[in-house]
């Protein structure tokens, strides 16, 4: 069973920086991809960026393309969430996300996902 540990949230001002942590473990993580989305109150879930189990391949959302970079460690079973010049729209619960089976790229809408974590809030204020 893999584990998702999502870290980072908080409170930022509109414009500046913040990078979210994710960490995994339960499974070989070099053989997963992972993704991140986020769901503001009152919205529907959202996707927001997935990256390949090697790490060369990534995707973003359009809303946060050209924003937010996402990478991966996997000698620390890591996957970060860079989120640059962020706005009051960015304001959501993060969630990290693994597919069920290894080599399988996460689906964009999140409904075959098998492995969620618990989120972490992310404020941006204006």
């Known amino acids: 069973q893999v584990q998702l540990v999502e870290s980072g949230g908080g409170l930022v001002q509109a414009g500046d920086s913040r990078r979210l942590s994710c960490a995994f473990s339960?499974?070989?993580?070099?053989?997963?991809?992972v993704g991140w989305f986020r769901q503001a109150p009152g919205k529907e879930r959202e996707f927001v960026a997935r990256?390949?189990?090697?790490?060369?391949?990534?995707y973003y959302g359009d809303s946060v393309k050209g924003r937010f970079t996402i990478s991966r460690d996997n000698a620390n079973y890591r996957v970060y969430l860079q989120m640059d010049m962020v706005k009051p729209e960015d304001t959501a619960v993060y969630y990290c996300?693994?597919?069920?089976?290894?080599?399988?790229?996460?689906?964009?809408?999140?409904?075959?996902?098998?492995?969620w974590g618990k989120g972490t809030l992310v404020t941006v204020s204006s």
């Open positions: 990256i390949s189990w090697y790490g060369d391949h990534k």
């Open positions: 339960g499974r070989t993580f070099s053989a997963y991809s």
């Open positions: 996300t693994s597919p069920g089976k290894p080599y399988t790229g996460v689906d964009v809408t999140g409904d075959t996902t098998a492995f």
